[in-house]
């Protein structure tokens, strides 16, 4: 250091070496000084929450490990110690039903298939440095799905006529409606002409076929009526006139349209020939599934069709046009009205009673419906409470480049709200995730369904037999959902860029 006198006093000529930072303010000793011993009230509170975990994990400990019993053929090994802890050897006997549940031994394979492709693709999805995103999203959400019901099922499907007419309905709803949202109300209507024409003579056909027996032939799996693929046809010409009409003109919006309805036309295509192909699998009815694997097709399904479903809901509650807004609120606010045990009791048991007489669903897709329009009520107000969060001035901004409706949202709007509310839509999956046990009173045996079916074995009746199965539900729970908890942690981390967090 070189100090020079001057008229003033002394004046440093360089700056000062830098000092190290106090050994109490670093690394964990500053870590634990700043955060759990900054003030005697929190050194208190962090003593007892230290006790308290301490005396919980040694319980847990002593019960699973220490006292535990790790090998016996039955009962008699747990209940030979006095005072003996967890019995695994139950766990290990009954492991293969807490999985698959009554599934067929020699068909597990095709589980096996279905967790292992599932969870290499959900985990590259998940790794944001990894290429080709947009395709492994459509195997993910689209394939993988089919894959999934085939495999599961067994595919080779009888489709019935009320199957088919749920189609032709809604062919005749994208005929109808998908040219009004691409054009507006008025032009709209003017390019249905034709196909409220074809539309007519379809329900007229229907109408007929009510009174008179018509003939039928085999098609998709089973013995359809003539007057059903007749609709089909009509109702397809339809959509095809209404919205084709100036598509091969420069107008975006019928291009837009266009392709959009025959990827979905394509779809349900390729849909119905999956599900009704026989591929030479064994038929397996959804009854004899059970345990992680129904709460994992339930919660997945859930999970899968509730975001998109939610967000379309939210846009519809804040849409300009009266009966879109309405259609939208009745259905959130009922939905949110009625508890998920009551939706499933009534998909399960009502339902039934009001369709007609030889129609019937399979308990399972019920089951599935009825948790996905549930969770996607709920969805739908997470979601709204994004686009609330969304300045007025990106609206106008969007609006000011002359971008329209669906490209603001999808370009501008939705992603920055549902970067807002990750934390919300991550509890929503969680709880979700964690509601699926409530599919055991309909009769689906869930992971804690197909354990609590276990106790009842007589060769594995002992005082531990219950809280062990217990234990192993809560732990294979708290797995899935701490790995969602974490992984949305890493999103919101990755995705802050107009701020900074902190407290995670």
């Known amino acids: 250091m070189t100090d020079v006198p001057s008229p003033q006093g002394w004046v440093r000529s360089e700056d000062a070496p830098r000092l190290p930072a106090p050994p109490n303010t670093t690394g964990p000793v500053g870590w634990m000084l700043t955060n759990l011993f900054s003030s005697p009230m929190n050194s208190v509170l962090t003593i007892l929450g230290a006790s308290f975990v301490i005396w919980i994990a040694w319980g847990v400990i002593d019960w699973a490990l220490i006292r535990g019993v790790f090998t016996g053929e039955d009962r008699e090994a747990c209940v030979a110690v006095p005072n003996s802890g967890a019995c695994w050897p139950y766990v290990w006997a009954k492991f293969h039903q807490f999985v698959y549940g009554f599934y067929p031994f020699d068909q597990r394979w095709r589980v096996n298939i279905c967790f292992i492709v599932g969870a290499v693709t959900l985990a590259t999805m998940a790794m944001p440095s990894l290429p080709y995103k947009k395709w492994n999203a459509l195997f993910l959400l689209v394939v993988y799905p089919l894959m999934t ?197 009534m998909a399960s048991i009502m339902l039934p009673l009001f369709l007609p007489e030889g129609t019937n669903f399979d308990k399972l897709l019920r089951a599935l419906v009825g948790t996905a329009l549930f969770s996607a009520a709920y969805m739908a107000e997470t979601v709204r409470g994004g686009l609330q969060a969304i300045p007025r001035g990106q609206y106008e901004a969007a609006q000011a480049l002359g971008l329209s409706y669906w490209r603001m949202m999808n370009l501008i709007v939705l992603p920055q709200a549902l970067k807002i509310v990750i934390p919300g839509i991550v509890n929503a999956f969680i709880s979700l995730f964690k509601d699926t046990t409530l599919v055991l009173i309909i009769g689906l045996f869930d992971l804690l369904g197909i354990i609590n079916a276990s106790f009842s074995d007589p060769k594995w009746v002992s005082p531990q037999t219950g809280t062990t199965g217990y234990f192993v539900a809560a732990l294979m729970f708290w797995v899935f959902c701490f790995a969602m908890s974490r992984y949305s942690l890493f999103m919101e981390r990755r995705l802050a860029t107009g701020h900074k967090r902190r407290g995670i």
């Open 149 to 345: 019901f085939v495999l599961l099922t067994g595919g080779n499907l009888n489709l019935s006529s009320a199957t088919i007419y749920f189609i032709t309905g809604a062919l005749l709803f994208s005929a109808l409606v998908v040219p009004i949202a691409a054009f507006g109300i008025e032009e709209g209507i003017q390019r249905n002409k034709l196909a409220l024409i074809l539309a007519g003579i379809a329900v007229a056909i229907w109408l007929v076929s009510l009174f008179v027996s018509m003939p039928e032939i085999n098609a998709f799996g089973g013995f359809i009526s003539v007057a059903t693929l007749i609709n089909l046809l009509l109702l397809t010409a339809a959509a095809v006139l209404s919205i084709g009409h100036r598509a091969s003109t420069r107008d975006i919006a019928a291009r837009s349209a266009l392709l959009g309805w025959v990827g979905a036309v394509s779809a349900i295509i390729a849909v119905l020939v999956l599900v009704t192909a026989d591929f030479g699998l064994v038929q397996v009815e959804t009854q004899q599934w059970g345990g992680l694997l129904v709460t994992l097709v339930v919660a997945v399904t859930g999970i899968v069709a509730a975001l998109p479903l939610g967000i379309l809901l939210a846009l519809g509650r804040r849409s300009k046009m009266v009966v879109v807004r309405l259609f939208s609120i009745v259905f959130i606010e009922v939905w949110r009205g009625v508890p998920l045990i009551t939706v499933l009791f």
